[in-house]
């Protein structure tokens, strides 16, 4: 870490600049993470599959001044990382080529014995992550060195972590839940880490019997994936050293807690989080306690209302939108005061999430919904109006609608309906999920499309979009007809 802090400073990274991350899961991703706090600068972590335009995107809205990539990312994003002048790039792998500098070779000329001041502070911002909004335009939260250690030390005592542990970390680095919670969580902890570059169920059943882990954190599609495989198995794996499941980043359903339940007599921990606020609730760690479809009570620190659309708080046992509050609510999003303004209420942020707390179990928490137009597809987050943006764009498209249908895997699959061009009316569904598929990461593209002759909109022209799951199940639009993919 020493050695990537001294090539970061060599190539003039300071406090408070931003330097962007997309790399493939591999160790020099906390490497160099760790070494961008020790400078007081700011990791911003992307997805490795995003598109050269979302890259574009995240590096000139958070105004980095390097980015770290590999060849082949550099390859695809070139044009549009040179076209921002202010941004340099360092690759992880290869050596220096025209635009681009090599980090392999300023670590080798790195001498030992770096030393720095760790300049930042509690309320400096540690890590830009960027969470899809309801305008299509993507904004970067900031989180602050105090947002990260309060929820470390939360999660620590909640949890009961220690270094004992083994945790087998199966998570993407570029998100709060893989790099905050399992990664940090760990070191902080001082337990051990078993790193997986990708999921794949049977992998993670054998490391999890082999490696004697003890922590296993996943999304509710990996837990779906690790039952699959586990009905498949003749032999099932031992899991005597296990201590506890824990999922998030999205429901995990009734149905698939019970079955895991059963099937490996382990009650699955779910707890609830946010890329702005980092963990915020969780249930017990005694299984006893545990229960399905509760988040279960806020972690220490965290302060929980449950509050009306007039802002004051719901009776008891009463569905409202949650507000947190604590030292892990992040310090705004970055170059943006009035989206930064709307979030917050008198030092509330507003989680646009639906919930109730239990007045019979000391304030439980359930969550029943969001108020927010957003889709969760396998854990990673989705706004609808990116997808449109995208479909729009297409030159055969008038006006599209993007949803989100309940799906067994992902939890929710994207899907949209399309409405085409005056004399377009011969493109086929498939040749538009092709232009999602080269403009946007994959997990955001439609896995359905379907061309209707119009948007299903009530009297005021508001598009209805409680109207378009039909579609998707073979039923028509009143006066229209819709062919799909
Ligand atoms: C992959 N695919 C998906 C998704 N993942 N489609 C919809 N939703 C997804 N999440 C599609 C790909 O587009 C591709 O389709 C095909 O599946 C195979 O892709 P592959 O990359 O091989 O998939 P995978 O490796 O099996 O990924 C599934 C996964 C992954 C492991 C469940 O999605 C994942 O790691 N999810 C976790 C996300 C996460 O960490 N969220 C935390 C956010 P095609 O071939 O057609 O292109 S932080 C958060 O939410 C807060 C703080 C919190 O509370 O934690
Ligand atoms: P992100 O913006 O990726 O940080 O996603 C945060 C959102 O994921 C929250 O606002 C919730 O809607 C959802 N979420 C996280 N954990 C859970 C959970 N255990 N149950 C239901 N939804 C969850």
Known sequence: MERYAAALHASGVGKGDRVAIQLPKRMEVLFLHFAILSLGAITLPLNPSFRA??????????????FVTDEQRFASAESEVRGLREVRTLLVDGAQREGADSLTERLARTPKG??????AGDDDVALLCYTSGTTGRSKGAMITHRNLISNMLALEAAWEWTAADVLLHALPLFHVHGLNVAAQGSLYAGSTLIMHEKFEAGRAWKALEEERCTLFMGVPTMYQRLMNEWEKRERKPDLRAIRVFISGSAPLTENLFHQFES????????RYGMTETGMIASNP??????????????????????VGEDGSDMPPGDVGEVWIRGDNVFRGYRGMPGKTQESFVKGWFRTGDLGYQDPEDRGRLYLVGRAKELIITGGYNVYPKEVETILESHEAVRESAAIGLPDEEFGEKVVAVVVLKEGKGSLLPEAL????????APFKCPKQIAIVAELPRNAMGKIQKNRIPPI??????????SRGV
């Open 53 to 66: 335009g979302e890259v574009e995107y995240f590096l000139s809205d958070s105004g980095s001044s390097l």
């Open 472 to 481: 998707f199940l073979g039923e028509k639009l009143d006066e229209s007809n």
């Open 285 to 306: 760690i005694d299984p006893a306690e545990r229960k399905a479809k509760s988040v279960g009570y806020p972690l220490g620190g965290v302060t929980v209302r449950v």
């Open 263 to 270: 099937a490996t007599g382990f009650r699955i921990l779910e």
């Open 114 to 119: 770096f030393s720095r001041a760790y300049p």
């Open 433 to 440: 999920v092709e232009h999602c598929k080269r403009r946007l």
